[in-house]
């Protein structure tokens, strides 16, 4: 079993729908970050979690910490929000090292 | 723009051979760390220097080593290089020693062993 396990590993929305994208992790963390991927590859850093919510636009980021499980969500889904969605856990007990789920590839159709 | 250059963006060689990849960190930010990004793993955390110093490291492989210069760009050195080495090769940097602040990426070196 992997220590960061994502849920879907692929979502077809259409514009406008409410997306989310699970997160659950086996291990204890310090913190927990979620990254976009787009096509091209290049990565961008989303939010960075340590308890509670985060929201930056359309997004919005939640984190249980006893239940470990983190959640990302979009709202009014856009097109340009198709990417890979990739969690990665700051796992304690090694050291404060980054451990990645598989991602998470959505498409939103127009 | 995260503000963090990575050289070559593509690199194109054969096994056995040795490549650096070169990226300079965010100014003002003193940790890089390495990752890889394979079709069938993944990404993957390689290693992470601080000021100049090695602070953690994960799925590094012996055949691969990095180090951090002063002026604090880093540089990933991968010899005898393996079909399976054919990959993404991402630099991260941030501020502070951990994974707790914000990360910015670099665009990637492609690596591709023929």
């Known amino acids: 079993k992997n220590e960061v396990e994502q849920s879907p590993q692929n979502l077809t929305a259409q514009e406008g729908e409410f997306i989310t994208i699970n997160c659950s992790y086996s291990?204890?963390?310090?913190?927990l970050h979620w990254l976009q991927q787009h096509p091209g590859g290049g990565i961008v850093s989303l939010f960075m979690l340590s308890s509670g919510k985060k929201k930056h636009g359309r997004l919005i980021a939640t984190i249980n910490i006893q239940e470990k499980h983190s959640s990302l969500h979009i709202t009014a889904s856009h097109p340009r929000d198709s990417a890979v969605y990739i969690c990665?856990?700051?796992?304690?007990?090694?050291?404060?090292?980054?451990?990645f789920g598989a991602g998470t590839i959505l498409r939103v159709k127009s | 723009d995260s503000g963090v250059t990575q050289t070559p963006k593509h690199l194109i060689t054969a096994t056995g051979q040795r490549v650096t990849l070169r990226c300079s960190p965010r100014s003002g930010d003193l940790s890089v760390y390495w990752y890889q990004q394979s079709l069938d793993q993944g990404l993957q955390f390689l290693i992470q220097y601080y000021n100049g110093e090695e602070r953690a490291k994960g799925n590094i492989l012996e055949r691969f080593s990095a180090q951090q210069f002063p002026d604090l760009h880093s540089e990933l050195n991968l010899s005898s290089l393996e079909l399976g080495d054919s990959a993404l090769y991402f630099c991260a940097s941030s501020v502070g020693t951990g994974f707790t602040g914000e990360l910015f990426f670099g665009e990637g070196s492609r690596l591709t062993v023929l």
């Open positions: 291990v204890g963390i310090s913190a």
């Open positions: 990665a856990a700051v796992n304690m007990e090694y050291g404060n090292k980054l451990v």
